[in-house]
Nanobody, 124 residues
């Protein structure tokens, strides 16, 4: 079993930045690919970014490419999401997810473990 705990959300003005963190406990974090997803009220949960087990492969959704960056520190069992140039449409609950594979994945059904989420609100 893997437990994921997100932090770093909050209220920020348009154009601001936040860094989300997700700490994993349980099984071998360094063997898992990780992802960030988000969900706004009334919308489906959408993919944001994913990173493979050893930092050698990343993939970001088109909507955040160039503004958000996913990274990980296996020594700290932590995955990060650096979010810059935030816009009101980025407002959502952001979820960390883990998959029992080493390679990047972009389908929700492919992820095995989820955190509880952290709220990000961008004011205009």
């Amino acid at each position: 079993q893997v437990r994921l705990v997100e932090s770093g959300g909050g209220l920020v003005q348009t154009g601001g930045s936040l860094r989300l963190s997700c700490v994993a406990s349980g099984r071998i974090f360094s063997s898992y690919a990780m992802g960030w997803w988000r969900q706004s009220p009334g919308k489906e949960r959408e993919f944001v970014a994913t990173i493979n087990w050893n930092n050698s492969s990343l993939y970001h959704a088109t909507s955040v490419k160039g503004r958000f960056t996913i990274s990980r520190d296996n020594a700290k069992n932590t995955v990060y999401l650096q979010m810059n140039s935030l816009q009101p449409e980025d407002t959502a609950i952001y979820y960390c997810a883990a998959t029992e594979t080493k390679h990047i994945l972009i389908l929700r059904s492919q992820y095995d473990y989820w955190g509880q989420g952290t709220q990000v609100t961008v004011s205009s």
